[in-house]
Structure formats: C-alpha cells, structure tokens
C-alpha cells in the first residue's frame, strides 16, 4: 500500500487550492495514513467465494411500469390554475431580470 506523505499531502492541498497550516497537514497525513491502512486490511480478506452484490435486496424494480395515457385538454387543465399566461401556468416571478 502507499505511504502518505506530508509532502503528497501538501501537493494535494496545492493542487485542489486548499491552504492547511503544517498542523492540519500532520493531521490529514494521520487520519490518510489510518484510511489506507485499513483499505489495506479490508484487501487481505479472502472474498473469491462471496457474490458480488449492489443491492442489499433480490429485487430488480420496485416500480411501477409506465404507461401511457391520455392526457387532459388544456383548457381543462387550465381551468384549475390560480393564474394562465398564453395558454401555460402562470407562476410568480422568482429570477430578477433588471
């Protein structure tokens, strides 16, 4: 596994435009160092007999099926907006345009 360096840290840091001071930068090459440790470890497990999963459920689509209907006539639709602007909802203004 890779060693973390302060000196990758700090290279890191430069490249994402982040400044630390050289305590958090011992502090972030620890917690890395801890991070890839682990990665390490959870490498050495034995998992060619373990299915690979994505889904913590068998089940592929818990959905609806869509189908296509027939939608209302605009006019009817329209009839139930609080305001109509040239055939469409009419909604207050949220974006200043000045």
């Known amino acids: ?3 973390i360096t302060t000196e990758g840290v700090s290279h890191v840091a430069n490249l994402a435009r982040l400044e630390f001071n050289k305590e958090e930068t011992k ?9 890839l440790d682990y990665i390490g470890k959870l490498n050495e497990l034995e998992t060619d007999d373990v299915q690979p999963t994505s889904h913590i459920h068998p089940l592929q689509n818990i959905t609806k099926p869509d189908v296509v209907k027939t939608s209302l006539p605009r006019d009817a639709v329209l009839a139930n907006a609080p305001e109509e602007e040239e055939g469409y909802f009419g909604v207050p203004r949220v974006i200043d345009t000045d």
């Open 27 to 35: 502090d972030f090459t620890e917690q890395l160092a801890r991070i």
């Open 1 to 3: 596994m890779a060693t």
